[in-house]
């Protein structure tokens, strides 16, 4: 029986991940407020505790279900909007460091594609260091991925 295409998980790491949560839930509560005081309802506080409730699943179901992951078939990074896509390794034309404005503009590596689509890595991602033994092994060492992963993050 043939292992998976994609076994290497390469999750985000959960402060990254809970940072943009806790953030994001409570901008949406804030406009939400806001909007009501607009309408002629008095201001009232930000549910804490319930944007908390809200995140902690979701940062744990994004963590355990959406990790980018790579093999030898190629990769599968997240697209424009945050969803895993699929790619082979010959694909990748340029890899840049870049603030990837899905994770609150959080270091990342933008990969673009041969034609022109780009995909994303994050770089508070775990088991790079697994990624970039795979693909020097796959695709070499003058790869742009390879070369990328080899660059320090204070370059960035």
Do not use: N
Not at 113 to 129: C, F, I, K, N, T
Request: aromatic share 8%; net charge positive.
């Amino acid at each position: 029986m043939a292992g998976p295409a994609y076994p290497l998980r390469l999750p985000t790491r959960l402060p990254v991940l809970w940072r943009v949560m806790v953030l994001s839930l409570t901008l949406g509560a804030l406009m939400a407020r806001l909007l009501a005081w607009a309408d002629g309802e008095p201001f009232r506080t930000l549910p804490t505790l319930y944007i908390m409730a809200v995140a902690v699943p979701s940062v744990l179901l994004t963590y355990m279900a959406l990790p980018a992951r790579a093999g030898e078939a190629g990769l599968k990074l997240f697209d424009r909007w945050g969803l895993p896509r699929q790619l082979a390794w010959s694909e990748i034309r340029d890899v840049q460091l870049a603030r990837w404005p899905h994770l609150l503009f959080a270091p990342s590596l933008k990969v673009v594609l041969a034609d022109g689509s780009v995909r994303w890595l994050p770089r508070e991602s775990g088991r790079l260091d697994e990624l970039h033994a795979l693909a020097v092994r796959l695709v070499g060492p003058g790869h742009p991925l390879v070369k990328a992963l080899e660059t320090p993050l204070h370059r960035l």
